[in-house]
């Protein structure tokens, strides 16, 4: 192989890599986590291996298309701050319209796929939430209010109701329960994050909670949501869950609650807090309880 050839596929990787960046492939893991999930309890079993390829390949799509969409949007800010800094059309790996195109064309060939092979309630959710992330919580909540996160939930938490609605075509209480723990769960999840990258947001004047609110008040609103995401996720027992779940949800949502009760005491006395520690553990809480409520299907 020439050097020239060598040279133009290795441009050629750089790119894919570049587009695979744009769609944010950690949110996609996010959905795989907690779709699937929600799919086997509305089917009380294992729903037809067809129907999970399909949502799983549609909202995959659709939150890689929706992510590559918010990079475009807010391209006027990644540049300012150091965790959005080298997104593809900041270092130019990528044209803006490119981007735009790439993003549009995956949200509707996900629209396309759940049209063609779910049903109406499904397809109406993708399009829903495809629409709030991008237009409504990205191009408005987002730079307007600091209450963004909390309204950007709604978006993160849909996945659980596509996947139900694309079972059984309604939805249940039981799903609204699971919307629940996972739109809760992005509070605390998110603040933390928020914390860490302080300065970055105020740079780039986004006012999220940790920019224009005090630290102790935003380590307050954390436990609180904490609090909501474990009970959510403990009302959801009764209704067909076993100690299969009921075990982990305890332990886990336990655990959960003392990171965030640890962020309030050490904010509080004026320590040095580490709200990764958070964040990478409501992570954590987050897998385990959906998993163990799959597991709880088959037993």
Known sequence: MSTASVVVSASRLATIKAYIALTKPRIVELLLVTTVPAMMLAADGLPSLWLIAVVLVGGSLAAGGSSAINCYLDRDIDPLMGRTSRRPIVTRAIAPRNALIFGLTLAVISVALMAAFTNPLATWLTVGAIVYYDLIYTAWLKRTTKHNTFWGGVCGAMPV???????????????WLLFGVVFFWQMPHFYALAIRFRDDYARAGIPMLPVVATPIHVARDAVIYAWLTVLCSLAAWPWGFSTIYGVPAIVCGGMFLLEAHGLYGRTRRGETANPMRLFHWSTAYLTIVFVAAAVDVFI
Do not use: E, M, N, Q
């Open 161 to 175: 109701l596509i996947g139900w609605a694309s079972v059984t075509g309604s939805l249940a209480p039981l799903a």
